[in-house]
């Protein structure tokens, strides 16, 4: 496995920001994924607390942090989704990387920065990978989030419901049954018709561990 | 700016190592570019020059550069087993293609102490396009016989024709070559025989001097001339 650590100049966030970009060692490189971490989490969390290091089998894994972003553009301050599709172009750019497939996911907040940014971008995705996503938040779920401007827009992430009904085939959702968040995947299910994969889990790694191996199985 | 911090296995040395790709942001490297690649000296390791604001000259000249980290292996294969100059001259190459796509223009080499040995050494022997020595250890023959160190004790079985900067001078030398050394080095006199046997050869060189002593303070004096020297023709004077 190659671990490329980057300091990168973003436009989109006007500052220096570190991303990681992984590679597997010897197969060739047939498809991007642009991997988000969840809440309270940074760039490191899916290389610390799940195998996807031996999981990979021909992805450029791209794993940026999304702070508390939500991975939305910020009123009034950075504008992290416009800072994915940068990384999505950069990393193409320099890995010298064209017309392969993209892939996005994310578990928790990625899930939701991931159905966010396929529904905003003209950017096409191959396939979504959501990973116990929040897809409606609750002001519960919000309390003591910092960035208090960001809710109203938060709360209304299922808007491009064309485009989630065009892709819902290629769509892998995954949530436990005792999981917080069960429900509200359940409903999505059932509205876009994806299937919703699940066992006995919750709100926890073990669970995206298992779950990220049969995804990048697909890709 | 991108700088990427490289964790990767080198096959040469049989264990996880890490180099560091600095490429300006405005270069395109679907083109051919030109590659500096920047030597360590001992006790030291690649961030020796990431900590030194070599970036800014990669943007003025627009070129890509590589820091390698090569322990105190003087850059070459070692008794140990670690083939440090098969990874230098060769792995990291062929890295840089695999991961980056990067077509090779030309090939230069900074090299400081240690590394100005190893700068010589890989440059001359896979004919580098510019090397620049700053302070070399080049006469290794000098650090064998007067060390009493027996942690650097020693890398190689024999010193071979192949590992003696003096002898390989006596080839016609298509390289340019850069070699500085200060009048206070220990490294003074090794340097100074060699500088005579570049003068001899008739390649294009450029010879350095001041009263330095063997520190960082020489030699961040002389990188930007290094590079001006390098690439001084097509250095963009807008930025």
């Known amino acids: 496995m190659i671990m490329i650590n980057i300091d990168y100049t973003s436009q989109a966030l006007k500052r220096k920001s570190e991303f990681i970009v992984l590679l597997p060692e010897q197969q060739r490189v047939d498809n991007i994924l642009l991997l988000l971490h969840g809440r309270g989490d940074d760039k490191t969390a899916w290389i610390h607390y799940t195998n996807i290091t031996r999981y990979n089998q021909s992805s450029l894994i791209i794993i940026p942090s999304g702070d508390a972003s939500f991975y939305l553009n910020q009123v009034g301050g950075a504008q992290y989704q416009d800072y994915l599709e940068e990384l999505i172009n950069f990393v193409e750019s320099r890995f010298n990387l064209t017309n392969i497939k993209l892939n996005i996911a994310g578990n928790s907040m990625g899930g939701f920065g991931s159905l966010a940014l396929v529904q905003k971008s003209c950017i096409q995705f191959d396939t979504i990978g959501l990973f116990s996503p929040a897809i409606k938040l609750s002001t519960e779920y919000l309390e003591g989030y910092p960035n208090t401007l960001l809710h109203s827009e938060l709360k209304s992430v299922i808007k491009g419901e064309l485009k989630i009904k065009q892709m819902a085939n290629n769509i892998f959702l995954y949530c436990g049954k005792n999981d917080k968040f069960y429900n509200d995947c359940l409903e999505f299910s059932n509205q876009y018709e994806v299937e919703l994969l699940s066992d006995e889990y919750g709100h926890e790694w073990d669970a995206w561990d298992k779950w990220i191996k049969i995804y990048m199985e697909r890709l | 700016m991108a700088f990427f911090k490289v964790n990767q296995?080198?096959?040469?040395?049989?264990?996880?190592?890490?180099?560091?790709?600095?490429?300006?942001?405005?270069?395109?490297?679907?083109?051919?570019?030109?590659?500096?690649?920047?030597?360590?000296?001992?006790?030291?390791?690649r961030i020796d020059f990431e900590r030194y604001n070599i970036d800014m000259l990669a943007e003025k000249f627009q070129v890509v550069l590589v820091f390698v980290e090569v322990h105190n292996s003087y850059y070459l294969n070692t008794l140990s087993g670690e083939r440090f100059y098969d990874y230098v001259s060769e792995e990291i190459p062929t890295n840089l293609n695999r991961i980056f796509g990067l077509q090779v223009k030309t090939n230069s080499v900074i090299g400081i102490s240690m590394g100005g040995y190893g700068a010589m050494y890989v440059g001359l022997n896979k004919k580098y396009d510019n090397i620049a020595n700053l302070s070399g250890a080049v006469i290794l023959q000098n650090r064998i016989d007067n060390t009493d160190d027996k942690r650097f004790a020693w890398v190689i079985k024999e010193l071979k024709n192949e590992h003696c900067i003096e002898k390989l001078l006596l080839n016609q030398v298509?390289?340019?070559?850069?070699?500085?050394?200060?009048?206070?080095?220990?490294?003074?006199?090794?340097?100074?025989?060699?500088?005579?046997?570049?003068?001899?050869?008739?390649?294009?060189?450029?010879?350095?001097?001041?009263?330095?002593?063997?520190?960082?303070?020489?030699?961040n004096n002389q990188i930007p001339q290094v590079f001006n020297y390098f690439f001084g023709g097509q250095a963009n004077d807008n930025d």
């Open chain 2, 174 to 219: 298509e390289s340019r070559i850069y070699s500085y050394c200060g009048t206070n080095d220990f490294l003074w006199e090794d340097n100074y025989q060699i500088n005579q046997l570049i003068v001899k050869n008739g390649c294009d060189y450029k010879i350095s001097s001041d009263d330095g002593d063997h520190n960082f303070e020489s030699w």
């Open chain 2, 9 to 45: 296995y080198a096959h040469s040395l049989g264990y996880q190592n890490q180099y560091s790709v600095y490429i300006p942001d405005s270069l395109n490297t679907s083109k051919q570019v030109d590659v500096v690649y920047l030597y360590h000296g001992m006790w030291g390791n």
